[in-house]
C-alpha cells in the first residue's frame, strides 16, 4: 500500500472527526426533524518507549467519535458514524505519526409495523456462522413475521482494520431462524467470504437456546467447515440460577474451538492456543453478607500436542454505604507452558458528589523466570475522574509497571469525554 495515500486517509480522518463533531455540536437538532446523539472522547497518554537503542517520550493524542442522528425526515431512517483517530504530539517514529479509521458509518432504516431492518454502508456484522464482530462495506437486510420466523441476509466487501486494506473480494451469508414466543429459538446459517479466488470461509452453522424452565436455560451454537468437511466451532452452555439468597449463578460452558476462528472462546486461556482446541468453563455466583463471590475452573485442551492449560480463580466484590464505595478482590492460578498466578485489588469511591478516584493493581508471580531473571509483573493505576458540567467528564491517571514487561515505566493519561 502506498504509505503516503495512508498517512493522508489518515490525516482525512483526523480532521473530518473534529469537523462532523463541531457541526453536531454547533447545530441544534430540531426535535420535529430528527434526533442527534454525540458522544466524544479526547485522550491523551504520556509515557516513555524504546526501539533498539532509540529512545522516545511519547504523548499520543486520541480522538474517539460516536455519532447517531434518529428520525431523519422519516421516521425509522438513521444516519449512524463511529471513528477514531490518533496524532503524536511529542516524538513519534517513522510513518507513524497520524492513524486513524472509521469503525463503522452507514445508513439504517427500520420500521417495527413493517417488522424491517436495513443497512447500507460501513457495518459490523454477527449473524450466524459469521466470525465475531466481521467489519465489511455493503448491505445488510432482516426481516421477521408475527409468527416468529426471521431472516437475515448480508453480501459486501470485508476488511482488514488492522491495516486498512481491502481483506478479500467479497463476502455473503444468511441466517434464517425461528422463536417459539420466550420459550426457545433455533436457527441455520450460512457463510460464504472468497479471497483473491480462493474460498478463505465457507461454513454452515446451526445456533439455538431453550428455557427448560424459569430458572434454567440452555444455549448453543455449530460450525461446520465444508470446505475441509470438519467441525469448526461448537459450544453448549447450561445455566441456572437458583432461588436462593446465597446462590446466585451456576453455569457450565463446554466446546471445540478453532484457534483461526474469531468464534466463540473469549475466556483469557485462548490466547495459549496455537491449533484447535477443546475447552470446558464451570462456574458459579455467591452474595454471603453482602459481598459478591465469583469462582470457576477453565480447561483447556490442545488437539495438537495434547498439552492442556488449566486456570482457577475466585474473585470478590462488596460496596459500602451503597454504591458510594467499591472494594474488589481476584486471585486466580494458572498452569500450562507458563504457568502464574495473579492477584489483583481494585477500589473506587465517590470522593465528593462529582469526583470519584479509583485504584487498580495487578501483580503475577510466575513459577519460573520468563526473561532475564524476571519472576514476576506489577502494574498498579491511580485515576481521578471530575465531572466538570452535565455529560462532561475528565479523567487524570498515572500508571506504573514493572517486571517481565518493562523494567519500570510511569505512564500519565488525560481523558476528556462529552456527551449531547
Sequence with gaps: MNRSFTSMCSRGVFFFLYFFAVLS???????SAYSLHTR??????VYPDVRGNVEATLAPLYEFADIEALDV???G?????????KV???DWWKEERWKGSLLYGYVRFRSSDARLDTKVGRMLINAGAAPLTLQMDGGYVSFSTKGGTSINLYTGIPLNDMDGSRKGDWLAGFRAGHRWGTRAELGVSYFLQKERE???????????WFHISPSMNITGYLSYDITYSRLHDSSVTFSYYPASRMWKLFAVEAGTKSAMSFLGNQSVLSVFASGDYANLKVSGLFEVSGVMVGTGYEFLMYADSRTAAHRIYIKAKRYFDGERYLLLLHASRLRSDTSYTELRF???ALILTSLQGNVDTVWDVFDEEVREDMLWSYESTISLKYELVENVKITAAVSIAGGVEYTWRIKGMGKLTYEL
Design 198 to 208: 480462493d474460498v478463505n470461509f465457507n461454513r454452515l452453522g446451526f445456533d439455538g
Design 77 to 85: 431512517l438513521e444516519v449512524v458514524f463511529s471513528g477514531w483517530a
Design 88 to 90: 503524536e504530539t511529542w
Design 346 to 348: 481494585a477500589a473506587s
Design 25 to 31: 455540536v454547533g447545530v441544534p437538532a430540531s426535535s
Design 40 to 45: 466524544l472522547r479526547t485522550i491523551v497518554t
Design 73 to 75: 425526515g422519516v421516521k
